[in-house]
């Protein structure tokens, strides 16, 4: 991460590049977006769940 970035609240192991992410149950919930990994992990703008692409993975099609 970047000087003055968010901490990151959870960090999520993924496989596809493209991921939706709600925040979760309870107080962390939020409307469902859709973040593009670009390199190797994308931070939701909302909660701070930080996804990370598993090295291998997301060399398939996406949509």
């Known amino acids: 991460m970047q000087d003055g970035a968010p901490t990151p609240t959870e960090i ?3 496989d596809d590049r493209t991921i ?3 925040g979760g149950d309870g107080a962390m919930g939020h409307p469902r977006v ?3 990994i670009a390199e ?3 931070l939701c703008p909302y ?3 930080l996804y ?3 090295e ?3 060399h398939g099609a996406d949509h």
């Open 52 to 54: 990370v692409l598993n």
């Open 20 to 22: 939706a992410c709600d």
């Open 12 to 14: 999520i192991h993924v």
């Open 34 to 36: 859709f973040l593009r």
């Open 40 to 42: 190797t992990q994308v």
């Open 56 to 58: 291998g993975a997301g």
């Open 47 to 49: 909660c701070s769940r």
